[in-house]
């Protein structure tokens, strides 16, 4: 693998792309699964009822830690462009993969 | 043309870095002990607040998500040009159009859209 | 009798040009040895057909960078036992997103046409002199630029480019969008910008905002990572941003 792909802060964008990615996908599905609730609380409550199984709620759980990596790891993007301190990069970069995996974590303790 | 992108992108993250930790911080907080439909609405119907909220999120994503994935595609893809674009513009009016009938969808009372 | 890796290296070259194929020597290891020593020693004594480019060979002109063993480097800053692998291996490629002319030598001339596309070179201001607008003369005397000041700070921070192409080489985005300017244009154009003196930056933030500028940095930082000079062209870009937006919001308003 060449050197430039085994780099933090390129691993960093990478990731912060695919789950950019993947928002992008599940953002029009959450939408219609939450307009359901113009037909009435029942159908939102079946709809809650059908993915409680254990693989959505590890998909919600990805979802989740998706979103908290996406928007560290731009947070951090964000500094390197508007802030007058330079980073750490290995440091900074654990920093917001923690942070979204506590996230996460966090989610899936409440949810279960 | 793509300045005005970049800054848009910038801008709407930033809106969207507080509207996303709102939205954590109330889904770790709802998601407690389970969720239902009940628990859902009765926190967001006829919330000014939250609809006003989400709004604002819905619009800072519409601005925010197809931009990103303009990125994407042209530096992973072979798409670039008008068509992309209109196709991207396409998305962003999808994701304004789902996401206001979703927060109105918990905003709104049925009684008050079906009379 | 066969060189084990303790006293010979397998060195894997690449022969030909976009079309082409690793070709494998024998080099004996040798104390202290650089890359530059291994890849001169197969020209001279094994290989005299091989194309390779070298000039100072101290580091100071960067004429030697190429791929070694995966990472954009100068062969003459690099000792073998820094770069080899453990068994006794080295792989050499030329410069990653530049055209191959032949084996280890790339055409440098795209990546010149980008720094000059980025506008990095120096414009002196036009000079009033005796009520005659824009006559090029010298100037009366010196002007002062203090070297506390933020701004020459600034420029000072990336002025030692010496446009070796390692950055361009390391930097994917100038691999996925063959428009993108790239690190090195990109850092020169930033130290212009904070050069007190330069007439040019009008043009110059218009020609890094355009749909090949500098908003296409991702900052993924493998130009800071690698530059040899120690560089951070990421922060250099971070900064022309900075300006294009303030260009954009002051024209705006």
Redesign the interface.
Known sequence: ?????T?P??LA?LVH?LA??A??IF??I???A?????S??????K??KVTQTPLIKIAEGGI?VA??LH?AL??R??A???LPV?ER?RVAISICLAAGFA?GL??LL??V | MTAILFIAQRASAAVLAFAVTVHLATILYAVRGGLTAGEVLGRTRDNHWFFAFYVLFVLAVAVHAPIGLRNVLREWTRWHGRSLDVALALFSVLLLILGIRAALAVYVSPERLFG | MALDSESALAVDVWRGAAEGRFQTFQVPRRAHQTILDVVTEIQRDQDATLSYRFACRVGMCGSCAMVVNGRPRWTCRTRVSEAVTGDGKLQLEPLRNFTVVKDLTVDMAAFFDKWRDAKGHFEPAPIEKDGEPGSPMPQADFQVVPPATPERQAADAGIECIGCGVCHSACDVVAWNKDYLGPAPLNRAWTLVNDVRDAGNDARIDAVSGSAGCHACHSHMNCTEFCPRGIAPTYSIAGLKRAMISRALGRKS
């Open positions: 693998m060449r050197a430039s792909h780099q802060g390129f964008a792309r950019g990615l928002l992008a953002l029009p959450h939408f219609w939450l307009s359901g609730a113009l009435g609380a029942d159908f939102l409550d709809f809650l989740v979103l908290a928007m731009g947070l993007v964000l390197i462009e508007f330079r990069t996230v966090a989610f409440n949810v």
